[in-house]
């Protein structure tokens, strides 16, 4: 089976859809600078390193080649059994399958990256990879730091994102150091993305999504809020809301697909990030990327070879398959309950907690190993608040 998966910020490069100029599917950045009133042809093929860095810029420059990419492997008949996306990504997937019009995409993206630029700007940030610790682990390095920092990325085995205040990223680092980490790996972006930080960003895109219909996806999109398939409109424009506060649950969404039967996972669109991270995270699946239109070739070359995938588990490799999120009901003041805790096994319905009075239970029983959300902090809808490993 087939997942196609889409990157977000921080794929981008100078140049990088100058190979796809004289290919067929570069008709979509005409429509694409007509929907957003800008020329993103130039910004594909001319603008720097310093330019494309600009929040406003990176999204929709990514996101259209995204799509361009995806038009040129559906010309090959080519489609996929699910998709995800990466932070912006999810507006690919959803946009490649059917549940947003590309034009809406373009005009959503436009305004997120906007809204997240102006965000930043009111209040510094920035975020680092911790990397070879743990996620409980950096979970409570952002805990016990001086300053306002959380963990904004899961990105795969070893590899956690944090973001916050300058002091506050510098002061998890240092603790997560003190742990055990490898490294603290400051990331050269302009903004504490997913995270409070962004919550003012998240209030503008909720009314922009007022403006856009979405509909039904005809494949499962795993979310990044909470890791899990979503098939109705109704539940994408809360999901899409939610992101731009709460941490990216990528390897965990990764897991998802694995457990769907995906074995190869496609990454559409600028660099190989995604493609790395699905190697890390379910080993013995085919990985393979497209940026480029000689990628197209690649790609059917890996799938008309009909070899079966060879997946032989390391010792200990399937535990880390069941993992599973609770995520929060409503948006208002969590209140944690004595269930909550480190280890502690619990029950399917097990009460994790409240929000505002509104019972937080767990559709899943196991064993709980990390704890996202803490007594008396003030949470979104749908963000997490731990993660187990199921029975």
């Not at 042809?41 to 810029?57: C, H, M, Q, S």
């Not at 436009?110 to 700007?121: C, D, K, L, P």
């Not at 269930?339 to 994790?352: D, P, Q, S």
Request: charged letters at 20%; proline letters at 5%; a negative charge.
């Amino acid at each position: 089976m087939l997942a196609f998966t889409f990157p977000g910020q921080g794929s981008q490069k100078p140049g990088m859809g100058s190979e796809w100029v004289d290919h067929p599917s570069w008709e979509l950045v005409e429509e694409a600078s007509e929907a957003a009133g800008r020329d993103l042809g130039y910004l594909l093929t001319e603008a720097d390193a310093a330019e494309l860095k600009e929040t406003r810029n990176s999204q929709l420059a990514t996101f259209v080649l995204s799509l361009v990419a995806l038009d040129a492997v559906e010309r090959t008949g080519v489609i996929p059994g699910m998709c995800a996306g990466h932070s912006l990504g999810e507006y690919s997937a959803l946009a490649a399958t059917g549940a947003l019009a590309f034009e809406d995409g373009v005009r959503l993206v436009t305004e997120r990256g906007e809204a997240m630029q102006v965000a930043a700007g009111e209040q510094e940030g920035t975020m680092a990879a911790v990397l070879g610790l743990d996620d409980d682990k950096v979970i409570e390095a952002c805990r016990l730091a001086d300053g306002d920092v959380w963990v904004a990325n899961f990105n795969a085995p070893g590899q956690v994102v944090i973001a916050g205040s300058p002091a506050g990223v510098d002061a998890a680092g240092q603790l997560a150091k003190a742990m055990g980490a490898k490294r603290s790996m400051a990331l050269p972006v302009g903004g504490a993305f997913h995270t409070p930080f962004m919550a003012s960003a998240g209030d503008r895109l909720r009314k922009a999504l007022e403006q856009v219909e979405l509909r039904e996806p005809a494949t499962g999109v795993v979310a990044n809020v909470d890791a899990t398939v979503h098939s109705t409109s109704e539940e994408w424009y809360e999901l899409l809301a939610a992101q731009l506060t709460s941490p990216v649950l990528w390897r965990q969404s990764l897991y998802t697909l694995d457990e769907a039967g995906i074995d190869t996972f496609v990454e559409l669109g600028p660099g190989t990030v995604l493609t790395g991270m699905a190697k890390r995270t379910c080993r013995g699946s085919r990985t393979v990327s497209v940026s480029k239109p000689v990628d197209v070739d690649a790609l059917l070359s890996v799938l008309s070879d009909s070899s079966p995938v060879g997946r032989v588990a390391e010792e200990g490799e399937r535990l880390y398959v069941t993992e599973r999120v609770v995520v929060s009901p409503a948006a208002g003041v969590f209140e944690a309950s004595p269930a909550l805790a480190g280890g502690t096994e619990i029950e399917v319905g097990a009460l994790l907690g409240t929000v505002n009075g509104e019972p937080v239970k767990s559709p899943f029983a196991g064993s709980i190993m990390g704890v996202m959300a803490y007594n008396g902090e003030r949470i979104t809808a749908r963000q997490p608040v731990a993660w187990l490993r199921t029975s």
